[in-house]
């Protein structure tokens, strides 16, 4: 059984471009959530998507969106990049319910040049 | 809101010896509690959570974390640490009452280091 996958693994680009970063599920789950690291740091939530909508949000610009797809996975957008983009940008899955942990795929590395 | 506290950015340990990593915690309900660990380049591992019921939860790899409710803490402990527990950890917590979608609140993480 796989776990969660990310593509890819690493990515440069240039600012003001734009990416697509994309995640599928470990297999059963139905909810997935994204996360910003940067150096040094803990996660930050971006967003969580359940059937195919955007639940919860956190504190980022609308330069960030993503989708979900009929078979669960997801992509995250990030227009107009800045320096303070790069980051290490997690997906984790999980089944919907308050108490069920999450799972975490390896993280795609961004640089913003 | 919800927040995440860790208070020590590094914690050091001999192998063989007890390990202590400290995370208080702020919600406005009663809190689902969980660790997970990172090792470099890597995504993060889930080791154990706190739901409900008993406030000692045993998870992964030997460890186990104390949920206090009075000292808003859930702090992970393992009796005898290894060289291969070395890594980063953090603690996260979610709102039960956070209206059924997992938003999870992530602190700031410890580096563990295991001296051999």
């Known amino acids: 059984d796989a776990g969660v996958t990310q593509s890819p693994t690493h990515l440069i680009k240039t600012r003001g471009q734009q990416v697509t970063l994309r995640c599928s599920p470990k297999s059963g789950h139905d909810t997935v959530s994204w996360y910003q690291q940067a150096l040094g740091q803990g996660p930050q939530f971006i967003f969580q998507y359940y059937e195919e909508e955007e639940r919860q949000r956190g504190n980022f610009p609308d330069r960030f969106s993503g989708h979900q797809f009929p078979n669960y996975s997801s992509e995250l957008n990030v227009n107009a990049l800045l320096l303070g983009d790069s980051a290490l940008y997690l997906c984790?899955?999980?089944?919907?319910?308050?108490?069920?942990?999450?799972?975490f795929g390896p993280g795609t590395r961004l640089t913003v040049l | 809101a919800q927040s995440v506290a860790q208070p020590e950015d590094q914690v050091n340990v001999a192998e063989g010896n007890p390990l202590t990593v400290k995370c208080t915690y702020s919600v406005s309900g009663n809190p689902y509690l969980f660790w997970y660990v990172q090792y470099p380049n890597r995504g993060l591992q889930f080791l154990l959570k706190?739901?409900?019921?008993?406030?000692l939860v045993k998870g992964s790899y030997g460890f186990e974390a104390e949920f206090n409710k009075s000292q808003t803490s859930f702090h992970l402990k393992k009796p005898s640490a290894l060289v291969s527990d070395s890594a980063l950890y953090f603690c996260?917590?979610?709102?039960?009452?956070?209206?059924?979608?997992?938003?999870?609140?992530f602190g700031t993480g410890t580096k563990l280091q295991v001296i051999p």
């Open positions: 706190y739901i409900t019921g008993d406030n």
């Open positions: 996260a917590v979610r709102d039960k009452n956070s209206g059924g979608y997992q938003k999870v609140t």
């Open positions: 984790a899955s999980s089944v919907a319910g308050g108490d069920n942990e999450q799972f």
